[in-house]
């Protein structure tokens, strides 16, 4: 009697724990499918929405060039540096120039001798026309003379000779003043020649701008095109924006845009498209977009990176509804077809699935055109909950 006893309390004590466990999970069961689920609600604003679309690139000039030597040289010294702004024709860079001032001194001075060449021949010359004009008349005077008999053949035959050598001699100081001419415009293109040399000792800026890098310092030897500074205009800078291809229809030049600086991420700047590339990165898949930035931080430095956000469309009153609200569906389940935007609203305690059309689409906001009314409010989900069902039991927060 005693075993058959203890054989029924085992069996009720086994029956007992099964039937916890049972509901135990039953529990577990409901509250996973069954319990509510918390949820926010938000409500329709009827306010602006702007699209944009958005690029990633870096501050760029414009304008900039590489300051650089025309001749080769020993740098002197470098009148600025970094971070200062120039004007044009300031002086930048000096080289050394104690053999070109000479090289030049010595053009200057074989440019005054030819002019006293000049000048020396010059009145040769004149003499040699004066001798000239007196033997011609002589001749003149006795060829008149000849037919009378009054002069005799022989001082004919002198004065003749006389004429003769004495037309040589002025033809001889013409040639030698010509030669004396093409020497003193060689002498002057030596000259202009040396001095140019020297003018491009002294290294001048080519426009207003600002000096972002300096390269060499003095003593450093630079020949043509060896890169002292960097400078840059600062009249129009841009942003190099990197945009994807799909976006391409959507942009045009003279579009708004927002700049933030990663250096600033609290606040934007504006900007406007000022061009768009023509040729897309193959792999990439995106194009250049490049957009002036219309103002600056106060520290910014170029090929800094930055973010620009260039508005494509924008509603200033319309509804509006935060992008996780909206839930998409496929219409045709089996073949997946098409997908429709909606949203869940509550329906007495049950989340109701609502189809909505939408419009312009922000980061912060969805234009709704129908489907929803100002009055309104949507379910937003929250915590680890991704999904939700048509129907489902919700309990608002």
């Not at 440019?111 to 026309?129: E, F, G, H, W």
């Not at 020649?193 to 972002?212: E, H, S, W």
Request: glycine fraction near 6%; aromatic fraction near 4%; hydrophobic fraction near 45%.
């Amino acid at each position: 009697m005693t075993k058959i006893s203890h054989k029924v309390q085992s069996g009720l004590w086994f029956t007992a724990k099964l039937i916890v466990g049972l509901a135990i999970v039953a529990t577990i069961v409901y509250w996973a499918k069954f319990a509510p689920v918390e949820v926010t609600t938000v409500s329709v604003q009827q306010s602006k929405v702007v699209a944009e679309v958005m690029g990633t690139g870096t501050l760029e000039a414009r304008i900039t060039t590489s300051i650089s030597p025309k001749i080769s040289g020993r740098i002197v010294k470098v009148e600025v540096d970094q971070g200062d702004r120039v004007a044009a024709g300031d002086l930048l860079v000096r080289l050394d120039d104690e053999e070109l001032a000479q090289q030049t001194e010595i053009a200057r001075a074989n440019l005054a001798a030819r002019r006293a060449a000049i000048q020396r021949l010059n009145s040769d010359r004149q003499r040699t026309v004066a001798i000239q004009t007196q033997a011609s008349k002589e001749f003149e005077r006795l060829s008149r003379l000849a037919p009378t008999k009054a002069v005799s053949v022989s001082a004919l035959d002198k004065a003749r000779e006389a004429l003769a050598i004495a037309q040589a001699g002025l033809a001889h100081s013409e040639a030698a003043m010509a030669e004396a001419q093409e020497e003193l415009v060689a002498a002057a293109k030596t000259l202009e020649y040396q001095q140019t040399l020297l003018a491009n000792t002294r290294v001048i800026a080519p426009f207003d701008g600002l000096i972002v890098a300096r390269i060499r310092e003095p003593g450093d030897v630079v020949v043509p095109g060896s890169s002292i500074l960097t400078l840059i205009s600062t009249e129009e800078l841009w942003i190099n924006a990197w945009v994807d291809e799909t976006e391409m229809s959507r942009l045009a030049d003279g579009q708004p845009a927002r700049v933030l600086y990663r250096s600033e991420s609290e606040r934007c700047f504006r900007g406007r498209v000022a061009r768009l590339g023509r040729q897309a990165d193959r792999e990439t898949r995106e194009f250049v977009v490049d957009v002036s930035v219309l103002e600056l931080p106060d520290n910014w430095a170029v090929g800094q990176r930055a973010d620009v956000f260039i508005e494509v469309a924008r509603r200033d009153s319309t509804l509006i509804i935060p992008p996780k609200a909206i839930v998409w569906r496929n219409e045709n389940i089996e073949t997946s077809a098409t997908r429709v935007a909606g949203v869940f609203v509550d329906d007495g305690g049950h989340a109701s699935w609502r189809p909505v059309k939408i419009g312009l689409r922000s980061r912060k906001s969805v234009e709704i055109l129908d489907g929803l009314s100002r009055s309104d409010s949507v379910i937003v989900l929250t915590g680890k909950q991704k999904s939700l069902a048509d129907g489902a039991r919700i309990t608002i927060q």
